[in-house]
């Protein structure tokens, strides 16, 4: 540490694992350092990193340290730590990695640590894209170029690396509905059923995939997708390709129908 300040820099401590520490360990040693470097000039004040690294810290304020993220960040803030010089770096083995970064960012923290789409070893690194999204929302950030991220997921797939078809936002599946209300939802108010104007902001698709519960509402939805045209529920050629179906699912099918798989047979309707 004196090493780091002598040659001029600004040291940038990674408090591994703070989440599972003991308070008597990390705040005298956050108070030590500080006071080393207060001999030297601003420029070299040093920064913290908060680690989740384990995935045991909790979004929430009433819980002892050192689970509690929020707790933490304002501990380090009353020990003279400024929020920009808090970053905090989590990771999701408890599936609470983005929670844990907004209370962070809530708490006072000015930076967070991750990867887009969630890469990182065990379960990923915060995917910063998630984040982001939920910051924009909260009127704390612009808005970036969402749509660019899908493609990195391309990139990623033709890695052998792609990600899992119901990750949320870029999965495959994520956007993706097979239930005939929600269907309808979609046919009548598609707000009901997206979280925001998905197709507007990432570039992706809301999308029906067609199984026994879709409904003539998931064919009418997958055929003005595809095709802009809408057509009522009693039309005849509509009815009678619905009967089809049925008739697969209760003959035993029990993989989705999609779009490729009915194309034709919905232009023979119109």
């Not at 809530?106 to 984040?131: D, F, H, Q, Y």
């Not at 910051?135 to 970036?144: A, F, N, Q």
């Not at 033709?158 to 949320?168: H, I, L, N, R, S």
Request: aromatic share 6%; with cysteine; charged share 25%.
């Amino acid at each position: 540490m004196q090493a780091v300040l002598d040659a001029g820099l600004r040291p940038r401590l990674h408090l591994e694992d703070a989440t599972r520490a003991s308070r008597e360990f990390i705040l005298p040693f956050v108070e030590e350092v500080q006071n080393l470097a207060s001999a030297f000039p601003e420029a070299q004040a040093p920064k913290f990193r908060i680690c989740d690294t384990m995935g045991v810290g909790l979004p929430l304020e009433n819980v002892a340290w050192p689970r509690s993220v929020p707790g933490t960040v304002r501990e380090m803030r009353s020990a003279g730590v400024a929020g920009e010089r808090l970053e905090f770096h989590p990771h999701n083995d408890t599936h609470l990695m983005v929670a844990n970064c907004l209370a962070a960012v809530m708490a006072g923290c000015a930076a967070i640590n991750g990867t887009l789409l969630g890469k990182g070893e065990r379960s990923g690194n915060a995917p910063l894209e998630g984040v982001l999204l939920h910051l924009v929302g909260m009127r704390l950030t612009e808005t970036p170029n969402f749509r660019a991220l899908n493609e990195l997921a391309d990139l990623y797939a033709e890695m052998g690396q792609g990600v899992p078809a119901k990750y949320p936002l870029y999965g495959r599946d994520a956007h993706r509905t097979r239930a005939g209300i929600h269907a309808d939802g979609l046919n009548k108010f598609w707000p009901m059923y997206a979280p925001f104007d998905v197709p507007a902001l990432l570039g992706r698709p809301l999308e029906v995939s067609l199984t026994k519960d879709s409904g003539v509402a998931g064919l009418i939805f997958l055929i003005k997708q595809h095709t802009g045209r809408e057509l009522p529920k009693d039309h005849a050629g509509l009815q009678a390709l619905h009967a089809e179906l049925v008739a697969e699912f209760d003959a035993g099918r029990q993989t989705a129908v999609e779009w490729e798989e009915v194309a034709e047979r919905v232009r023979r309707l119109q």
